[in-house]
């Protein structure tokens, strides 16, 4: 049900000032950054205000679906006991797809489902209007059905606040916190970053089908609430950089494809008829079968990697989750960043406040914290990494073709000796990329993936 913030709500709940609604901290996006940012703040006393744009939180979000124990539970202690979780992935896959056929790599263990190693399938609809539950119950007012239009700044171009299409007006605030997504117009029109650029974002194009518990538990081979985690590369985009994915609900799944914004510009792809075929596929069509539709919905995510992101904090502003950047797609990781962003953002404000600065100079503790994170010592690791998969499109058009080649010659029972379908295989690889082409291609994953130790 959407909350109703009347002006007298807003008067009684934060301080007043020459008749401005003013608060400690104005957080912009109730998804997992905001939310979290807003949760510890309000826990440690602060007057938070957590604007979100749609009805309540959720109602506009969108992801993939899978949700990482770490850092959330630092957050919420066993969260999972209490949170809308919808299954406990115990099976991760990746497919490596043709069009007709699949190599499959994946690890099965239900070690997956219990501490410390816990993935969890969640529905944002229902997560994030439970997590901003709990930063309400703790003391943020949740100030639904608001669009910040864009950043309050003094006459010295401090950011002291946010106006709001609302008939209540402008929200004013010592520190204002961008959670407001991929294309954040507050970063924007602070001058933060400039227009995406379309090779720095990628598309991502979802479905939430319901086809009932036994039906999943049968087809995906679980049992109870365990569930799986499918990434699909190779023919489900056409030779464009990026994947699909298939993950387990309680009674439904969430199936999409995500691909770059400038692939579906120069190949002229639609994303829609993507998804339409990877549901079409032999080896997905199976699990699919006598679902119905229940959602649709489509996303931004920035994919830029650790030399797109923009700087993240100015004089009263501080830049979280998917409007810093933060997504590590080369392992299909963003929530988990999104939530440590906002938990670093809090520390990094109580910090500020403890001094009486807002600077952009007292925030910088933000961006020291950052680099000190997970977060940011992975994505820098990875920095080459999108530039690579760019000017490599063999890694998502040739060598799945490949894989899927060599298996079938070598897996065949077709009365040839072993050696000779080791010969067919190789003869099949290096019809397409040479023994010269293969090292660099290995070479160059190994130099863009600086993981190494």
């Not at 916190?177 to 507050?186: I, P």
């Not at 997970?374 to 894989?403: C, M, N, W």
Request: hydrophobic share 40%; aromatic share 8%; proline share 5%.
């Amino acid at each position: 049900m959407a909350v109703d913030i009347s002006r007298s709500a807003l008067e009684g709940a934060s301080s007043m000032t020459g008749g401005e609604t003013r608060f400690d901290v104005a957080v912009v996006g109730a998804g997992p950054a905001g939310t979290t940012c807003a949760l510890l703040l309000a826990r440690a006393g602060l007057e938070v205000a957590l604007i979100e744009r749609g009805p309540y939180p959720g109602s506009k979000n969108t992801f993939g679906g899978v949700l990482y124990r770490h850092p959330l539970e630092q957050i919420v202690p066993r969260f999972w006991e209490r949170a809308p979780i919808e299954r406990k992935v115990i099976d991760k896959q990746y497919w490596l797809l043709t069009e007709d056929s699949a190599v499959k790599l994946g690890h099965r263990s239900r070690r997956f489902a219990e501490e410390p190693y816990n993935t969890f399938t969640v529905l944002r609809a229902k997560f994030d209007r439970w997590y901003a539950e709990e930063a309400r119950e703790a003391g943020a007012m949740l100030i639904p059905s608001t669009v910040a239009l864009e950043a309050i700044r003094d006459e010295r171009g401090r950011v002291i606040g946010v106006r709001t299409d609302r008939e209540q007006g402008d929200l004013y605030a010592s520190v204002v916190v961008a959670a407001d997504g991929v294309n954040s117009l507050l970063s924007r029109q602070l001058g933060l970053h400039g227009e995406l650029r379309p090779e720095h974002v990628a598309l991502g194009v979802k479905e939430v089908i319901a086809l009932g518990e036994d039906r999943i538990r049968e087809r995906f081979n679980l049992e109870g609430d365990e569930g799986a985690d499918i990434s699909l590369l190779g023919a489900v985009t056409k030779g464009m950089v990026g994947g699909g994915f298939i993950y387990t609900n309680r009674d439904t799944v969430s199936v999409g494809v995500v691909a770059n914004a400038d692939a579906y510009r120069r190949s002229g792809n639609s994303p829609v008829d993507l998804l339409e075929e990877m549901k079409a596929h032999p080896l997905i069509r199976p699990l699919l079968e006598g679902g119905q539709l229940k959602e649709y919905q489509a996303h931004l995510i920035p994919e830029g990697g650790f030399d797109a992101m923009p700087p993240l904090c100015a004089d009263g502003l501080l830049v979280v989750g998917d409007a810093a950047g933060l997504v590590n797609a080369a392992f299909f990781e963003g929530s988990n960043h999104a939530i440590l962003s906002g938990q670093l953002a809090a520390e990094t404000i109580l910090e500020a406040k403890s001094k009486g600065d807002f600077s952009a100079q007292a925030l910088a503790g933000y961006e020291r914290r950052l680099r000190q994170s997970v977060t940011l010592r992975d994505l820098k690791g990875l920095r080459r990494l999108p530039g690579l998969l760019h000017s490599h499109p063999q890694y998502f058009a040739i060598y799945p073709e490949l894989l899927n080649e060599a298996a079938h010659h070598f897996l065949a029972a077709d009365g040839r000796p072993k050696r000779d379908k080791v010969r067919g295989a190789l003869k099949a690889v290096t019809a397409r990329r040479s023994p010269w082409q293969l090292l660099r291609d290995l070479w160059d994953v190994w130099r863009g993936t600086n993981l190494w130790p």
